[in-house]
C-alpha cells in the first residue's frame, strides 16, 4: 500500500465512526418526518434530499475543516511527510465526497420506494429516475466538494498563519463554497435546482473553482510549522 | 552524519537558533543543554523537518530531511506537549504509531506501558502529566527511529518513572543502537548517558564535545585567597565565591600536568566540576551583568 493510500485508510478509521453517527442520525430524522408529514398529507417534496443532500455538504465541509486542525500534527509526528498526508487527505476526501453523494442519491431512492409502497406517488413529489439520479449524484459531488475544500482551506489558512492572516485569506478560500451556494440550489419544490448558468457550466464553474482551493490549500500546507497542541 | 551549517531559527525579529553549524555522527547519544529560550526545541524542530530553518542548511547524509519520507520515517520527535488526540485512548494512540510507522515495535511498546504502569484503555486526556510523558518516552522509544529525539519527555514524572525512563532508554540503545538527542534540564541525572554534550546560549552554539572531554575543561580550585587568584591569572574563570580567606575559583580549560603539579606544591586543591555545574557557570549571567560565555566565543 502507498503512504498516501495508508493515510487515507487511517483517515477513514479515524472519521467511521462518525460517518456512521451522521447517517444514522439522517436516517432517522427522515424516517420520522416523513412519518409525520405522511400522517397531516401527501408530502409534495423529499425531506431526505432536503435535510441530508444539505446536512451532508456541510458536514463535509466539518471534516475538510478538521483535517489539519486535529489529524497533520499526528501524521507528521509519525513519519508522515506533509506531501503524502495532503495526498491521502485528497484520496480520503474524494471518497468521502462521493459516498455521500451516493448516500444521498440512494436515501432519495429508498424514500420513494416506501412512499410508493402505499400507492401512487404523491403529486409534486421529486420522482426520481435514472437520469435525476446522475443529474442528483452530478449535482451533490461538486458540492460536496466544494464545502469539503473550502472548510479545509479556512483552516489551513488559519493553521498557519494565525488570526489575522487566516482572515486574509479567508475570501479566497471560501470561494468554492460560495460557487458551490450561488450556482447550485433548490427549486419551489426543494427539489435540487440550477441557478444563473446550465448545469454543465455550474458543474464546470465548481469544480474549476474547488480546484482553486486545492491549490490554495496545498500551497498554504506544503511547508507548514508543525505546531505544538493548544 | 547530521549536518547542520549556519543553521538560523527566525521568530519576526527575534532570532532563536544563530548560525549554528555542528556534526552529529550517527549511533550516538547526545545531550542538548540550553537555558530556558535558548533555542533548543526551534533547533530540533527543524532537525525533524517540524519547521523550515529560516538559514542555512541541514542534510542528513547529504540529503535535506525536509519532507523526505526515508528520512522523516526515520525520525521520531516527542515534544513536551504530545502530539496526539487528547481525545483518544493510549492504546489507539499507540495502534495509530504501529500503522505508520515502518520501525515500530508493538511488544516493546506494550512492554514499556507496562514498565511506566499506563492504563492502556484510558483517554490520554485522563493521564496525569507525568503519565503522558511516560506514554510520550513508549511513543519515542518503541519507534526505534534511527534519529530519535526526545524533548523535556520527563515533565512531571516522578523519580520512579524517570529512573526507569533512564534504564530502559539505555537498555534499548544498547540493543538497538542509534542516534539519540535528549533535550534536558535533569542534567546531572541523565549526564551519565550522554556520550556527547552540545550547550547552546542564546541560539549560539557554544560546546559541542565528548562528554569527558567536557567534564575534563571544569575544574575547581580551592586555596588560600591570593594563592588561588595567582594560580588563575590569566585563565579563564566562570565563577569564584569566597569564605573568609578561602577562596574557590571555577576555571574553564583543562589543566596540563605542570599545572596539577604546581597546584599540589601551592597548597591547593583541583576537584572536577559536574557537568550540570559547568553548564550553570556557562550559561548563567556573571555578576557585572555580561554573560560569561561570552569569554569562551
Given at each position: 500500500m502507498t503512504t498516501s493510500r495508508l493515510v487515507a485508510a487511517t483517515l477513514l478509521r479515524i472519521y467511521r465512526p462518525v460517518v456512521l453517527w451522521f447517517w444514522t442520525t439522517m436516517a432517522v430524522c427522515a424516517v420520522v418526518g416523513m412519518t409525520v408529514i405522511a400522517l397531516s398529507g401527501e408530502p409534495s417534496f423529499s425531506l431526505w434530499l432536503l435535510i441530508a443532500g444539505t446536512a451532508a455538504k456541510y458536514w463535509l465541509g466539518v471534516v475538510g475543516a478538521t483535517l489539519v486542525s486535529l489529524n497533520l500534527r499526528q501524521f507528521v509526528a509519525n513519519g508522515i511527510t506533509r506531501r503524502e498526508f495532503l495526498a491521502g487527505a485528497a484520496i480520503f476526501g474524494l471518497s468521502a465526497a462521493v459516498v455521500f453523494a451516493i448516500a444521498v442519491v440512494a436515501g432519495h431512492g429508498v424514500e420513494q420506494l416506501l412512499l410508493g409502497l402505499d400507492g401512487?406517488?404523491?403529486?409534486g413529489y421529486p420522482t426520481m429516475t435514472p437520469g435525476t439520479a446522475v443529474r442528483e449524484f452530478g449535482q451533490i459531488l461538486p458540492s460536496a466538494l466544494a464545502f469539503l475544500v473550502a472548510g479545509a482551506a479556512v483552516t489551513a489558512g488559519f493553521y498557519r498563519f494565525g488570526a489575522w492572516g487566516g482572515l486574509a485569506l479567508l475570501p479566497a478560500a471560501v470561494l468554492p463554497l460560495a460557487a458551490a451556494e450561488t450556482l447550485f440550489g433548490l427549486d419551489a419544490n426543494l427539489g435540487f435546482a440550477v441557478r444563473f448558468v446550465p448545469y454543465a457550466a455550474a458543474v464546470l464553474i465548481t469544480l474549476a473553482v474547488t480546484a482553486l482551493g486545492v491549490l490554495l490549500y496545498q500551497r498554504v500546507l506544503r511547508d507548514v510549522t508543525i505546531r505544538p497542541a493548544g | 552524519m547530521i549536518s547542520l551549517r549556519e543553521l538560523t531559527v527566525r521568530y519576526g525579529a527575534t532570532?532563536?537558533?544563530?548560525?549554528i553549524t555542528l556534526d552529529l555522527t550517527p549511533d550516538k547519544i547526545y545531550g542538548l543543554l540550553g537555558r530556558n529560550g535558548s533555542g533548543k526545541t526551534s533547533l530540533l524542530s527543524v532537525l525533524a523537518s517540524y519547521r523550515r530553518a529560516s538559514a542555512g542548511t541541514v542534510t542528513v547524509d547529504g540529503v535535506?530531511?525536509?519532507?523526505n519520507p526515508a528520512l522523516m520515517r526515520g525520525t521520531a520527535f516527542i515534544r513536551?506537549?504530545?502530539?496526539?488526540?487528547?481525545?483518544?485512548r493510549v492504546d489507539r494512540v499507540l495502534d495509530f504509531a504501529g500503522r505508520l510507522r515502518?520501525?515500530?515495535?508493538a511488544g516493546y511498546a506494550e512492554h514499556l506501558t507496562d514498565v511506566f504502569e499506563?492504563?492502556?484503555?484510558?483517554?490520554v486526556s485522563a493521564l496525569s502529566r507525568g503519565q503522558r510523558s511516560s506514554l510520550g518516552v513508549v511513543l519515542g522509544l518503541a519507534a526505534r527511529a534511527p534519529l530519535t529525539i526526545l524533548d523535556e519527555?520527563?515533565?512531571?514524572?516522578d523519580a520512579a518513572a524517570r529512573t526507569a525512563f533512564y534504564r530502559e532508554l539505555l537498555a534499548d540503545y544498547l540493543a538497538h543502537p542509534r542516534t539519540i538527542i535528549l533535550s534536558t534540564h535533569l542534567i546531572e541525572e541523565v549526564?551519565?548517558?550522554?556520550?556527547q554534550v552540545i550547550v547552546i546560549d542564546r541560539g549560539r552554539l557554544l560546546v559541542h564535545e565528548d562528554t569527558d572531554t567536557f567534564k575534563a575543561r571544569g575544574v575547581a580550585v580551592t586555596g588560600p585567597a591570593a594563592v588561588v587568584d595567582a594560580f588563575v591569572s590569566g585563565r579563564t574563570v566562570l565563577s569564584e565565591r569566597s569564605l573568609g580567606g578561602v577562596r574557590q575559583a571555577t576555571l574553564y580549560g583543562g589543566l596540563d600536568p605542570r599545572d596539577v603539579e604546581r597546584a599540589g606544591a601551592e597548597g591547593l586543591s583541583l576537584a572536577p566540576v559536574g557537568v550540570q555545574d559547568l553548564f550553570v557557570h556557562l550559561t548563567s549571567g556573571a555578576a557585572d551583568g555580561t554573560h560569561r560565555s561570552e569569554a569562551l566565543r
Open positions: 401512487p406517488l404523491p403529486a | 532570532v532563536a537558533v544563530d548560525g535535506d530531511p525536509f519532507e513536551d506537549q504530545l502530539d496526539v488526540t487528547t481525545q483518544d515502518p520501525t515500530w515495535d499506563l492504563d492502556r484503555r484510558k483517554r519527555v520527563y515533565l512531571g514524572m549526564a551519565d548517558l550522554f556520550e
